[in-house]
């Protein structure tokens, strides 16, 4: 069954042919298909990203020991449409001095920024927007975009909190981009290419986060740094600066900043599930055997992709709801102290092991990259032990010193 | 496949000239870092049209529009800071007033 | 090894020297331990290579040395080098032994371990400072040297010299260490450079002995433009030396003789033989341990051995038995009448130090004479004996002075001469480790007979002369003997026995281990050394003991001279005179209390024939006289002056006319402010175009690039 | 007229209408915001021309990064957020006329030049272009050379900027 096999082509084919039949030359209809698809693509994320608040407000309240949103249709699940006709009716406030229309392309270029993510991002193997050969740097790329709509945002906005927290939220993403751009270029070494969909496909038999743990975590806390969200929340930081650089957005607008943010988040849980494991494959070869070849479909792909998607949003969730906010310069100091040295050491670790192990079986490969990650962790933690030790002499001296005076 | 390679030169060279005109025409010392990149851009689109028109597998036009981005990267970090820099001594960023240099 | 060892021994001394002098300087027992040190090293290679070279059979054939190229001459090397033989290593030995005493005695003799002088300053003898004990009295006791890391220095500076001087095995390095002592002793003549009598007795030294040594390097370069070397073993070689014994030069002398002159002139001024001696009793000005080393241990012994080094030169051609060759008749005639003439001066002297300054310029006299008839041997012999006598004679003067300064300190009297002998008396109760040591050193310079070393030397310097004809040597010399052994008494008795003539001598005292150990230890040697030398032929103890002196030192020369043939006569008459004197100068002086009892002051010896005076009439006044009137007044003030000022009034001139006629007008004004007014008009006009601001420069420069550019496109492209 | 080309002439104009408001506009940061815009049509024209690399890197490095820096720049050295008079010298007709010249002469060129009139190849299959770039940065035989240089530069460019920025020796 062709559409059970490769739905997305079938379609195309079909509409296509349904296009060129009503007499359009063949290029245009080409660019219409594109549209169209580009369109469904949209809708569907942001169909999820509708669901997404239902999951989030459920799971923060979880984690809270609350119930959560439970009135509105079955476990709540209306709830968010009941949200999104709120802000929908709110009034829409442009403050006095505000840049009005970077003030108003702002939200949108920060959902944006969002969603062309879902461009490269495959749902399965026949299912994805485009395969570019550079996917790894488009996501860096996009992630600047969505700096920019937080810088315009602060601002145009006239107000010196949202300046504010734009300055950090900048100082921020810039600063945990360089960890992020070191630690992808591991996924590229270990699958030799850039392509989301490449890299997917290098790890139907080992997951790159069994080869590289060290790699994951480290971009799992950029990643969240990334998408600003706690210990990373500077740049909204309630209880300093308001609510940073959206505090003077009302209704619609901060509807979308909203919006982006949880998609944004969800968006990464989807990188790592590709990235480190495994994406819509990954079974570590169990769909080559002739019982398990359901496996290759590409509805049942799709589904194990949001299910992966769906647990690294939960760890990042998890994360933001146990983690109390961490101090600016701590968060600085930690990159360019901490992080970047060390994601430099993995970088080079495993370019210099891939080139040694190559001829290894693969579980001689995976056992070598894994414990030269285990040795550079134990190693890591020893250093942070003596640094920290040495930190609580210095604190200890001059808690004295302040006593005797 | 159908775009004549003067279309791109031709870009470039308007593009090019904008950027001449605001890096001789604009007060604000930024003003003219921003005309300067724009002419910077001119000059890559120019070479990234020669890598694609000429011999796709020659990579030498690419090269050097990566070469250009590292230069223009590290032109405007100075030149910024530059300018932060006078900004704090003398309280200005008006590229005519800054004439220390004068006779 | 041990021609290795050789180029060491000079060489602690000068780093002891350098390091006091740049660094210790502030501290006094770091510097004197580091020049003792030194002193010490040196003494310890000096006896390693003396055994080392008495364990070598025939070692004048067998001498240690070694050479290195030191400056190139045309295609040959000028070379520099040391050589130890059997009379460098006699000559060696002593210095040793006495440099050592002499470094260990200064401790003691600048009071070291006494608190710091209350009016003490740099330049001036320590005058003693005021302490007061535990009980409240107060109490004056002697000062310490407030320069006393300075002469640590100069004496290492000195002992340096010395060994330079004696390792040498050529006459250039010889000449240096030769002329390194002759500085220091300048600096250490006038060490108290705050007495006037101490600066011009250094000056008055350092001159006297530049006359001689201008005649030595006179010597030398004779010599190198003859031979073509400067080292010993070239000189010495048979065939060198008959060449210059052949070859006639000036006056009806050979030049073996004129060059034997010349060098021996250098040790008339060096071992202060007449005429040149005036400047030995004057240099008594400087501390006694300068005296012991400038008197036995280093300077007047650097001469007599550099003659005796050349004998092989000055006796080129002569033989024993033959009749002298001018130059020895002329070194043994002012060898004889130097050691005549000081001994009459000595007699009159009063002043302790005085007398042995006399007796030194005496004794030296003997041994040029022994060397100017020909007795090699015993030249060398009396050299080493004298060394050590007159070094224990000196430290042992300096300890009386020392005590009788602590005389004056202790009854607070200082109008007492502490080195007037007339001032002392009785003081071998006081000081008997100084009264037997300096009665040691006195017998044998009077040559006591069979114990003391001096009697051999003179002895073997008696039989020389007699055995070989010599006799108005041998009579001149025996009177001098005669004297020699007076004077010794007269100051033997004057100073030690008898009663106490003065409240300061009662109160005398005996001086520190420091200064009392090496008097034991030269006391030993002033025994002792002359064992070595007795003749074989001598009754009773000849024999028992073989003449080990005259075969190791003879051995140096291609020759080994034979000893002379025993006689009764010189042996009498060496008995005579020493005991004649002795009992003489005790019978004379031992009732004498004042100058005035004095038979023997006599004005003319009392003012040393008045040869001061002569010098300054002859020489002093015209110079100054020739200074002042001529070269002064005439040529500099009058000629030279005259000269100057007219050659500046002309430039004067030439000057203003330069200035107003043309540097003024042409040059300043047209030239220079010309040019400078153009380029500041038209810098100022051309200054406009740069404004300062970038974007003028900008459109400057795309203007003119859009006008070359179709310009080059027009005139050139479109061609 | 082919789809191309419409695509070409939109960004074109999109790209060209850009950057005539960041050197017209007054206000300066909607001028950089203009020059981010710009940066984005040149961009597509990356894309189109199949440069997938340096695409995505001109994102990056241009409006990621150099784009930030000019806001930020502008940001500081203001005391006020408003801008206030005008923006363009007195003498800017010489400026336009010179531009127009240039512009002039250049198109001149390359019109008059046939060779720019020819049309791309298209990519033989099996050519991986990014592939290719990353061997020719890092190959001995390319332009490894240039490659160091320019990372050499980048340091000493962060060095310096950080030195010329920072406040240390100001404070009095």
Redesign the interface.
């Known amino acids: 069954m062709p559409f059970l096999n490769d739905p997305i082509n079938f379609i195309a084919g079909w509409a296509h042919r349904v296009l060129t039949g009503w007499g359009l030359v063949d290029s245009l209809a080409t660019i219409i298909i594109y549209l169209i698809g580009t369109t469904i693509l949209i809708v569907f994320a942001m169909f999820l990203d509708i669901m997404l608040v239902w999951v989030e407000r459920k799971v923060v309240a979880r984690f809270q020991d609350r119930i959560g949103p439970n009135r509105i249709g079955p476990f709540g699940l209306i709830q968010p449409f009941a949200d999104i006709i709120k802000m929908v009716i709110k009034e829409d406030i442009t403050p006095a001095g505000a840049d009005r229309i970077v003030y108003n392309i702002a939200p949108v270029l920060a959902a944006s920024s969002v969603i062309i993510l879902w461009a490269i991002l495959p749902l399965a193997s026949s299912i994805y927007g485009v395969d570019l050969n550079v996917g790894l740097l488009y996501i860096v790329a996009a992630g600047s975009l969505g700096s920019l709509a937080i810088i315009m945002a602060g601002w145009s906005s006239n107000n010196k909190y949202a300046l504010l927290g734009a300055f950090r939220m900048v100082a921020n993403m810039i600063s945990y981009e360089i960890p992020m751009v070191i630690i992808l270029l591991v996924p590229t070494i270990l699958a030799d290419t850039m392509s989301i969909r490449g890299i997917t496909q290098a790890q139907s038999g080992m997951w790159f986060a069994i080869l590289s743990p060290l790699a994951f975590i480290i971009f799992l806390i950029s990643a969240i740094a990334e998408l600003g969200r706690s210990p990373f929340d500077l740049n909204e930081a309630e209880s300093e600066i308001v609510s940073g650089f959206n505090v003077e957005y009302s209704g619609m607008k901060f509807g979308w900043f909203y919006a982006g943010e949880l998609l944004h988040a969800f968006t990464f849980g989807g990188f790592i599930a590709v990235l480190f494991f495994g994406g819509y494959g990954g079974f570590f070869g169990l769909e080559k055997i002739a019982f398990f070849a359901w496996l290759k479909n590409p509805f049942i792909q799709t589904v194990v992709f949001m299910a992966k998607a769906m647990f690294g949003y939960w760890v990042i969730m998890w994360i933001k709801y146990s983690m109390p906010r961490i101090r600016i310069d701590h968060m600085l100091a930690f990159n360019w102290k901490f992080l970047t040295p060390l994601a430099l050491v993995v970088l080079v670790n495993t370019a210099i092991l891939s080139k040694v192990l190559v001829n290894l079986p693969t579980w001689g490969y995976a056992m070598g990259m894994f414990s030269s990650n285990l040795v550079i962790g134990f190693i890591t933690i020893e250093i942070l032990r003596a640094y920290g030790r040495k930190q609580r002499k210095v604190e200890d001296r001059l808690a004295a010193q302040v006593a005797q005076n | 496949m159908s775009i004549p390679l003067s279309w791109y030169l031709i870009l470039a060279a308007t593009l090019f000239c904008i950027g001449l005109f605001g890096v001789l025409s604009r007060r604000n010392a930024i003003a003219i870092l921003l005309g300067i990149e724009l002419m910077l851009n001119a000059v890559n689109i120019n070479l990234v049209a020669f890598w694609r028109y000429r011999d796709p597998a020659q990579m030498a036009g690419q090269v050097f529009a990566v070469i250009v981005f590292a230069v223009a990267a590290a032109e405007v970090a100075v030149g910024l800071a530059l300018i932060i820099s006078v900004y704090r001594r003398s309280n200005t960023i008006v590229a005519d007033d800054i004439d220390l240099m004068k006779w | 090894m041990e021609n290795y060892i050789i180029w060491l021994l000079p060489l602690p001394p000068l780093l002891s020297f350098f390091l006091i002098i740049l660094f210790t300087n502030k501290n006094k027992k770091i510097s004197h331990s580091i020049a003792i040190g030194a002193a010490g090293l040196s003494w310890l290679g000096s006896m390693a290579v003396f055994i080392c070279a008495l364990g070598v059979k025939e070692f004048g054939k067998h001498v240690y040395g070694s050479a290195i190229n030191w400056l190139p001459t045309g295609t040959t090397w000028f070379k520099i080098g040391v050589m130890i033989d059997p009379l460098s290593a006699a000559v060696v030995f002593f210095v040793a032994w006495t440099v050592l005493a002499i470094f260990i005695y200064s401790v003691g003799y600048h009071n070291f371990g006494q608190p710091k002088g209350d009016h003490d300053i740099a330049g001036l003898p320590p005058h003693g400072a005021t302490i007061t004990d535990q009980h409240g009295h107060q109490h004056t006791v002697p000062s310490i040297e407030p320069m006393y890391s300075r002469f640590f220095a100069f004496i290492s500076l000195f002992a340096f010299g010395m060994y330079t001087l004696v390792v040498s095995d050529n006459l250039l390095t010889l000449f240096v260490g030769w002329e390194i002592m002759g500085l220091c002793s300048y600096l250490l003549i006038g060490f108290w450079f705050g007495k006037p009598s101490a600066r011009n007795a250094a000056v008055k030294a350092f001159m006297t002995t530049r006359i001689g040594d201008v005649f030595m390097l006179l010597g030398i370069a004779f010599i190198y433009s003859f031979t073509g070397s400067l080292s010993f073993r070239d000189i010495f070689k048979p065939g060198m030396l008959q060449a210059l014994a052949s070859t006639p030069a000036f006056f009806g002398l050979s030049a073996a003789g004129i060059i034997g002159l010349l060098l021996f002139i250098g040790t008339v001024g060096k071992s202060a033989q007449w005429p040149l001696h005036v400047w030995l009793p004057d240099a008594m000005e400087g501390p006694t341990p300068v005296s012991a080393m400038i008197h036995a241990a280093t300077m007047v012994s650097a001469g007599v051995y550099m003659v005796i080094r050349m004998f092989p030169l000055i006796s080129a051609g002569w033989t024993v038995g033959m009749p002298l060759n001018t130059t020895m008749g002329v070194i043994a005639f002012i060898g004889a009448f130097t050691a005549l003439f000081a001994a009459t001066i000595a007699v009159a002297q009063n002043d302790i130090k005085r007398v042995l300054a006399y007796s030194t310029i005496s004794q030296l006299g003997f041994m040029i004479a022994a060397l100017g008839i020909g007795a090699y041997v015993a030249a060398a012999f009396h050299l080493v004996t004298h060394a050590f006598f007159k070094a224990l004679l000196f430290l042992g003067s300096g300890s009386v002075i020392h005590g009788m300064e602590h005389g004056e300190m202790h009854t607070g009297d200082h109008s007492v001469d502490p080195q007037d002998m007339f001032n002392m008396g009785g003081l071998r109760r006081r000081m008997p480790i100084t009264f037997w040591t300096f009665l040691i050193g006195g017998f044998a310079l009077s040559g006591f007979p069979i114990l003391t070393a001096g009697f051999w030397s003179k002895d073997e310097i008696f039989a020389e002369a007699f055995g070989n004809g010599h006799m108005v040597v041998f009579i001149v010399l025996a009177v001098a003997a005669f004297l020699t052994a007076f004077y010794t008494m007269r100051q033997i008795t004057l100073t030690f026995f008898g009663k106490p003539r003065t409240e300061v001598a009662e109160h005398a005292s005996e001086s520190k281990w420091t200064m009392t150990l090496p008097l034991i230890v030269l006391a030993v040697f002033a025994v002792g050394c002359g064992w070595v030398g007795i003749p074989e032929k001598f009754p009773v103890l000849g024999g028992i003991l073989p003449n080990w002196f005259h075969e190791f030192v003879g051995s140096t020369l291609a020759e080994v001279p034979k000893a002379v043939t025993f006689s009764w006569t010189p042996l009498l008459t060496s008995l005579c005179v020493a005991l004649g004197g002795l009992f003489c100068g005790w019978l004379a002086y031992r009732k004498v209390q004042s100058p005035v009892e004095d038979k023997l002051q006599i004005p003319l010896l009392k003012n040393k024939y008045y040869f001061d005076e002569l010098y300054n009439f002859l020489f002093v006044k015209p110079a100054g006289w020739f200074s002042e009137k001529f070269a002064y007044l005439f040529m500099d003030r009058t000629v030279i002056d005259g000269i100057l000022h007219s050659v500046a009034r002309f430039s004067l001139f030439l000057g203003g006319f330069f200035r107003n006629k043309i540097d003024k007008p042409v040059i300043n004004e047209f030239i220079g402010d010309g040019t400078g007014n153009v380029v500041k008009a038209s810098g100022s006009r051309l200054r406009k175009i740069q404004a300062g601001r970038i974007q003028y420069y900008m459109v400057a420069s795309v203007a003119f690039l859009v006008i070359f550019a179709l310009l080059y496109y027009y005139l050139i492209g479109g061609m | 007229m082919?789809?191309?080309?419409i695509i070409?002439i939109i960004t074109?104009l999109f790209?060209?209408g850009s950057?005539?408001m960041?050197?017209t506009t007054q206000?300066?940061?909607?001028?950089?915001?203009w020059?981010?815009s710009?940066?984005f049509g040149?961009t597509i024209?990356?894309a189109?021309?199949?440069?997938?690399?340096?695409a995505?890197?001109?994102?990056?490095?241009?409006?990621?990064?150099?784009?930030?820096?000019?806001?930020?720049?502008?940001?500081?050295?203001r005391k006020e957020?408003r801008d206030q008079g005008?923006?363009?010298?007195s003498n800017?007709w010489?400026?336009?006329l010179?531009?127009?010249?240039?512009?002039a002469?250049?198109?001149f060129l390359?019109?008059g030049?046939p060779a720019?009139?020819?049309?791309?190849?298209?990519?033989?299959a099996g050519?991986?272009?990014?592939r290719?770039?990353g061997t020719?940065?890092v190959s001995p035989d390319?332009?490894v050379m240039?490659?160091e240089v320019?990372?050499v530069?980048?340091l000493?460019?962060?060095v310096?900027?950080?030195y010329?920025?920072s406040?240390k020796g100001?404070e009095k």
């Open positions: 082919t789809v191309e080309q070409f074109g790209t060209l950057a005539f960041v050197v206000k300066l940061i909607q001028a950089a915001l020059l981010v710009a940066l040149v024209l990356y189109i021309l199949q440069a997938d690399f340096l995505v890197v001109q994102v990056v490095v241009y409006i990621g990064a150099i784009a930030v820096l000019f806001i930020f720049a502008v940001m500081l050295t957020l005008s923006q363009t010298r800017w010489i400026a336009a010179l531009g127009a010249l240039v512009l002469g250049l198109v390359i019109i030049e720019f009139n020819r049309m791309a190849q298209a990519i033989p050519v991986d272009t990014l290719n770039l020719a940065l390319a332009y240039p490659f320019a990372s530069l980048l000493s460019a962060l310096g900027a950080v010329i920025a406040r100001e």
